[in-house]
Nanobody
Framework: QVQLVESGGGLVQAGGSLRLSCAAS????????MGWYRQAPGKQRELVAK???????TYADSVKGRFTISRDNAKNTVYLQMNSLKPEDTAVYYC??????????WGQGTQVTVSS
């Protein structure tokens, strides 16, 4: 059983910052990729940022220059630092972790609301 525990969501004014964390625990045999996705009401879930086991990040164009993804392999934790937040960043943010066999695990989601 693998558990992903997310934290750090909340309500913030436009221009503010939040930091999301996602810690993986349980019977996970080697973590490969880690990432963050988001889903706004009425929209499909989309990639926000992902990071390889070697630390190479990829970002959606909409967040480049504002968001930073990082990971702590010793803690099986991935972070998303979100700066200069905009109302259009409002969504439920989901953590995704892929193990070495390619199997994906998803967190329960954390709400991020940016007020104008």
């Amino acid at each position: 059983q693998v558990q992903l525990v997310e934290s750090g969501g909340g309500l913030v004014q436009a221009g503010g910052s939040l930091r999301l964390s996602c810690a993986a625990s349980g019977s996970i045999f080697g973590i490969n990729g880690m990432g963050w996705y988001r889903q706004a009401p009425g929209k499909q879930r989309e990639l926000v940022a992902k990071i390889t086991s070697g630390g190479t990040p990829t970002y959606a164009d909409s967040v480049k220059g504002r968001f930073t993804i990082s990971r702590d392999n010793a803690k099986n934790t991935v972070y998303l630092q979100m700066n200069s937040l905009k109302p259009e960043d409002t969504a439920v943010y989901y953590c995704k972790v892929t193990d070495n066999s390619g199997w994906p695990y998803w967190g329960q989601g954390t709400q991020v609301t940016v007020s104008s």
